[in-house]
């Protein structure tokens, strides 16, 4: 039986503060707290998630992609995100509490 996350409920979280946070990847420059709740966007030229991001984000970066990888499936864009940044390492504290 499949799942219903209600995905939309982050589309319309992040509605307020999107074009910010578009400006500030643009920028390659984070200056606000958003990556909890937006999904970053890649950097063609960088391959290195702590550059773009910092820490502790890099930590949430991970996390996140392996909570929304888990709840989409269909959605290839998280896995992707992982393979690039973290060699495909999953965060097993996030795959734990999911799966309890």
Same mark, same amino acid.
């Given at each position: 039986?499949?799942?219903?996350?209600?995905?939309?409920?982050?589309?319309?979280?992040?509605? +307020?503060?999107?074009?910010?946070?578009?400006?500030?990847?643009?920028?390659? @420059?984070?200056?606000? @707290?958003?990556?909890?709740?937006?999904?970053?966007?890649?950097?063609?030229? *960088?391959?290195?998630?702590?550059?773009?991001?910092?820490? +502790?984000?890099?930590?949430?970066?991970? *996390?996140?992609?392996?909570?929304?990888?888990?709840?989409? +499936?269909?959605?290839?864009?998280?896995?992707?995100?992982?393979?690039?940044?973290?060699?495909?390492?999953?965060?097993?504290?996030?795959?734990?509490?999911?799966?309890?």
């Amino acid at each position: 039986m499949a799942v219903d996350w209600q995905l939309e409920r982050f589309v319309a979280a992040q509605a +307020p503060v999107y074009a910010q946070v578009c400006a500030q990847l643009a920028a390659a @420059h984070k200056r606000t @707290h958003w990556v909890w709740f937006i999904f970053p966007l890649q950097r063609p030229d *960088s391959t290195d998630a702590h550059a773009i991001f910092g820490s +502790p984000d890099t930590l949430e970066l991970r *996390s996140c992609m392996t909570l929304f990888e888990i709840v989409a +499936p269909e959605a290839p864009v998280f896995g992707d995100v992982l393979v690039r940044y973290f060699n495909g390492m999953r965060d097993e504290a996030t795959v734990a509490r999911v799966h309890g």
